[in-house]
């Protein structure tokens, strides 16, 4: 069987925390940020709402929008490098607040990519019938990680959770073909000690390369060419690295998403905030190929294929 999105969801939080905003907090300027990065404003979590608080509220929507129940659901998969606490992971604590008695649970690290890894893993699990109904959460606080005075990383980041159910669905439609990939010896251009470190033109060569060629490897590994995909998910990290993809692509602007202006950086959290957006906007319908890519600290990739609708 197929595995694929029945149901989606998400959550951002009600502050709005804009560039001219961060002018007041650091050295740094609205033309600065908007010119190298594409974003103006991201929204950042109240200090008493935590990862899983967000995480919870876009898994009520997704399985809301799936048309199952909590007790439906085989595994709860969270991708987040901002969990409320080292353990228990963020995956069983929804568990226990949606009342998904029957879920097993486990958080995913994989940055920025660890959405992917998620739909990947839970196709897995459906295409063996081992499982028949997967919650996938990507949700990040990164603002309690971020050195406020440091600009090359501050302004970058924003808070939210976006979440999807992944089961069974009908012949041709679903997840068609994918890529993950990591490489550890770029682990020192992007990572955490107190604070959010990265080495920003490493990482900027890193995801030009490779969200470009995931994209295309994840189009020949399902026998199709660029002239099939009819819209396009990155990673929200930087608007000039997800236009490398979209001229990758040869895709005109309208067919990408960019919610980067909008909500800045949000991790593991970007792909399924900007797929609910997208579709909430009419420009995801049944039958669509999308392509959905990123990249992330580790250095981690992923990318998928998927042929949208149930």
């Known amino acids: 069987m197929n595995a694929g999105i029945i149901g989606i969801g998400r959550y951002l939080p009600e502050k709005v925390l804009t560039n001219f905003d961060l002018e007041k907090m650091m ?8 010119t190298r990065t594409g974003i103006e404003e991201r929204r950042i979590a109240s200090d008493d709402m935590n990862t899983s608080d967000m995480g919870y509220l876009a898994a009520l929507k997704a399985i809301e929008h799936a048309g199952i129940s909590a007790q439906d659901i085989d595994l709860i998969l969270v991708a987040t490098v901002t969990p409320d606490r080292p353990f228990p992971s963020v995956a069983c604590m929804l568990q226990e607040r949606l009342g998904a ?17 998620g739909m990947v893993t839970a196709k897995q699990f459906i295409e063996t019938g081992a499982y028949k109904y997967i ?15 440091d600009r090359n990383t501050a302004v970058l980041f924003g808070d939210g959770a976006g979440a999807v159910v992944m089961g069974p669905v009908s012949e041709g439609r679903g997840i068609l073909s994918f890529e993950l990939g990591a490489d550890g010896t770029g682990g020192k251009h992007l990572y955490q000690d107190e604070y959010v470190i990265m080495n920003g033109r490493e990482v900027f060569k890193f995801a030009v390369r490779q969200m470009g060629e995931s994209c295309i490897n994840v189009l020949e590994k399902a026998g199709l060419t660029k002239k099939d995909v009819d819209f396009l998910i990155p990673h929200q990290a930087n608007i000039r690295i997800v236009e490398a993809a979209r001229q990758r692509l040869e895709l005109p ?12 950086n949000t991790s593991a959290a970007s792909i399924p905030i900007s797929i609910v957006e997208e579709y909430e906007a009419g420009k995801i319908k049944d039958d669509d190929l999308i392509i959905m890519v990123g990249f992330g600290g580790g250095l981690t990739w992923g990318a998928v294929a998927l042929r949208w609708g149930r």
Do not use: H, P
Not at 106 to 112: F, M, N, W
Not at 135 to 149: A, D, F, H, R
Not at 253 to 264: L, V
């Open 27 to 34: 050295d740094t300027s609205d033309e600065w940020i908007r």
């Open 101 to 117: 008695a029957k879920a097993a649970a486990l958080d995913i690290s994989a940055a920025c990519a660890g959405f992917i890894y």
């Open 135 to 149: 919650l996938v959460v990507g949700v990040e606080k990164l603002s309690k990680i971020l050195n406020w005075q």
């Open 253 to 264: 602007e309208d067919k990408m998403s960019t919610t980067i202006r909008k909500y800045g």
